[in-house]
């Protein structure tokens, strides 16, 4: 019996809520507040308060792989140049985490990896330093800039040019309840990113979900939903303009090569073909997360048009 695609797709999404997993979201809660505590000893009034952001600020978060993003506000005269910033935060950060913890440099943030602890569970927080834009203003602009340490797309190794509000990017897709079913389809993409590992940025996949419910009319139950997005993504990533919500300067698409959106293109198009010629193959590209299974449900006119499939996937990564 072939499957029901949104049937799927709806246990797909309870079975990775990130409430799912309160244990380790505490765990992650608790280092976090650890790592805040580190920075305000350290910098006192040379910074801002530091604040959450990434997919959990943004009610984007699946529980199969998820870190915390904390933004470290720096005034516009505690540092010479962004390097000298994001290089002495690396400092901080190693000194203090080094014995318990893998500390690396990312693109523009520093990643803490904690060891596995008794449980086997790892937390992950990634610290974002940027400096205020215009010297004392940071409290009423929430504009930012950004040290790229290691190529980004098509912005260079070391520049100092990336600005923005990270802010307004998280008010972009909180900002109100009709915004619910693009977030759907964004963790719905984070599945498919992380089960076939796949390298697209998360912020990328969410402005151009973002742009596809703008440009489109889209309805219908959560399988067409989510393929007019695949569809929009198919026909559109190769030249599309994604404009930061922070700043309109920064081309999110940059953050992706040519290459990268060819193969993201055919990606939705390959992914599309298949499902649509059979349906069971939508477990490959969105598993269910087997830790959280949904209930059978009986009731066939509960169902989207259909009686109810078994949902048999692979296992599902364990968090990263």
């Keep these: 019996m072939s499957k029901d695609r949104n049937k799927h797709l709806d246990c797909v999404l309870k079975s990775h809520k990130i409430a799912n ?16 505590e580190l920075l305000a000893a350290k910098y006192g009034s040379k910074m801002y308060n530091p604040f959450d952001s990434g997919s959990y600020a943004k009610n984007t978060a699946v529980n199969t792989k998820f870190d915390f993003d904390l933004i470290a506000p720096f005034k516009r005269d505690t540092h010479n140049t ?85 802010k307004a990017q998280i008010e972009n897709i909180r900002s109100n309840s ?12 984070k599945v498919w990113k992380i089960e076939n590992r ?18 489109l009319s889209i309805s219908g139950f959560t399988w067409e939903v989510l393929k007019s997005c695949l569809e929009f993504i198919r026909d559109k ?30 990606d939705m198009k390959y992914m599309i073909d298949r499902i649509e010629g059979n349906s069971d193959n939508i477990s490959h590209y969105f598993p269910v997360n087997t830790k959280f299974p949904c209930e059978e449900e009986d009731d066939k006119s509960k169902t989207y048009g259909g009686s109810p499939a078994v949902l048999t996937v692979p296992p599902t990564t364990r968090f990263g």
Excluded: C, W
């Design 237 to 266: 990533v190769e030249t599309i303009n994604l404009p930061d919500p922070g700043n309109g300067g920064n081309n999110v698409s940059d953050t992706l090569t040519a290459n990268e959106k060819t193969n993201l293109s055919y």
């Design 21 to 36: 997993e309160e244990s380790l979201l505490e765990k992650h809660r608790t280092n976090r507040v650890g790592v805040r």
């Design 198 to 215: 796949k390298q697209v940025k998360s912020f990328f996949i969410e402005l151009i979900v973002l742009k596809a419910f703008e440009k």
């Design 178 to 189: 009709e915004k619910g079913e693009a977030r759907k389809v964004v963790r719905l993409l």
């Design 82 to 166: 962004l390097k000298e910033m994001y290089e002495e935060v690396y400092q901080v950060l190693f000194d203090e985490y080094d014995k318990v913890a893998t500390v690396r440099k990312q693109k523009v943030s520093i990643g803490i990896e904690f060891y596995p602890d008794e449980d086997g569970d790892v937390v992950n927080i990634d610290v974002v330093p940027g400096r205020e834009l215009n010297p004392g203003q940071y409290e009423d602009d929430q504009k930012l800039n950004l040290y790229v340490y290691s190529r980004y797309g098509t912005i260079s190794e070391g520049s100092e040019r990336l600005r923005t509000n990270v």
